[in-house]
């Protein structure tokens, strides 16, 4: 039930479920540019970057699913599915995630930075951190341990280093991409 608390409160979903895998494999690539424009999905390069839009709506959709049929989230995970740009461009040190291939919690926690603007990732990531405190209290050291590493997360200072980064969406600009 934590992800309710805090995953729900995301508006990303809507966009999710208007805005799907199948509806942008139909859509003409200036359409895809524009909306990678918009969230400013990018390569390392600086190129719209539409494989990574493609897999981030993919693990969306993972737990999208896991959460309409009320499975937990916390071990979810999608083999072969990360894609390193994501913690290149918001983590200092993204050596210790680039290590595993399998996508993870963590990794809708950091795609969600593309599309939440700096008020609501802020939410998001107290959320997440408060729901983790409170575990914390609840279990001891190694289950604790354990459920934090199958998120994914390697150390909760990860969500600070989040929290400081700053990103601006205007929302008015689509219209001109």
């Not at 802020?122 to 279990?139: A, D, M, R, T």
Request: aromatic share 10%; net charge positive.
């Amino acid at each position: 039930m934590l992800y309710l608390k805090f995953l729900f409160n995301a508006e990303i979903w809507l966009n999710h479920q208007t805005v799907g895998i199948a509806f942008l494999k139909m859509c003409k690539p200036s359409v895809i540019d524009s909306i990678c424009s918009l969230y400013s999905i990018t390569d390392s390069k600086g190129n719209t970057n539409p494989d990574l839009l493609i897999s981030i709506l993919h693990c969306m959709r993972k737990v999208r699913n896991a959460c309409a049929h009320n499975e937990r989230i916390f071990d979810i995970h999608r083999d072969n599915g990360r894609v390193n740009q994501p913690f290149i461009q918001f983590l200092k040190n993204p050596v210790s995630y680039n290590r595993h291939r399998a996508q993870r919690i963590i990794d809708l926690i950091v795609y969600l930075r593309y599309f939440l603007d700096d008020r609501e990732y802020s939410l998001l990531l107290k959320n997440i951190e408060l729901s983790f405190s409170k575990l914390k209290e609840q279990l001891n050291v190694n289950a604790f341990d354990k459920v934090r590493s199958e998120t994914g997360i390697k150390n909760l200072n990860i969500l600070t280093e989040l929290f400081n980064i700053h990103k601006t969406i205007d929302y008015n600009r689509f219209e001109q991409l």
